[in-house]
């Protein structure tokens, strides 16, 4: 199971790299519990659902010309989908670049993405996926 869940992220990153929500969406559970760094719906604990997730790529549209999530490493803890990479950014307007290392969490259950999950460090992630702290 643990090498089919890494697939299904896979393609979600490269559904997102891509701006293709109609290849991601099917990726996604329909009550998705989507947690980017960046948005309005932060700070009350993120997006959920596919209307949350199209939400978010719209906000992201508005400041972002260029959003590329970048994996290089992934590893499987239970149904967990720990990712180690970067994103690379380049602002609408001011045209500005940036590539920043992120770690992400991403559980699959049933062939589903349930939960993704984006943190600022490898430690966070690791956190988040119950494998220290």
């Given at each position: 199971?643990?090498?089919?869940?890494?697939?299904?992220?896979?393609k979600?990153?490269?559904a997102?790299a891509?701006?293709?929500?109609d290849?991601?969406?099917?990726?996604?559970?329909?009550?998705?519990?989507?947690?980017p760094l960046?948005?309005?719906?932060?700070?009350?604990?993120?997006?959920?659902?596919?209307?949350?997730?199209?939400e978010y790529?719209?906000?992201?549209a508005?400041?972002?010309?260029?959003l590329?999530?970048?994996a290089?490493?992934?590893q499987?803890?239970?149904?967990?989908?720990?990712?180690?990479?970067?994103?690379s950014?380049?602002?609408?307007?001011?045209?500005?670049?940036?590539?920043?290392?992120?770690?992400w969490?991403i559980?699959?259950?049933?062939?589903?993405?349930?939960?993704?999950?984006?943190?600022?460090?490898?430690?966070?992630?690791l956190?988040?996926?119950?494998?220290?702290g």
């Amino acid at each position: 199971m643990s090498q089919s869940n890494v697939e299904i992220v896979r393609k979600s990153f490269a559904a997102i790299a891509e701006g293709d929500l109609d290849r991601l969406l099917p990726l996604y559970d329909p009550d998705i519990d989507f947690r980017p760094l960046t948005g309005t719906r932060v700070e009350r604990g993120g997006y959920r659902g596919h209307a949350g997730v199209r939400e978010y790529f719209a906000e992201a549209a508005e400041l972002w010309e260029d959003l590329r999530p970048i994996a290089d490493t992934m590893q499987t803890v239970g149904d967990h989908v720990i990712v180690f990479g970067h994103c690379s950014f380049r602002g609408r307007t001011s045209k500005v670049e940036s590539d920043d290392p992120m770690a992400w969490v991403i559980t699959v259950r049933d062939g589903k993405i349930v939960r993704h999950h984006v943190c600022r460090t490898q430690e966070e992630a690791l956190e988040a996926a119950g494998m220290q702290g």
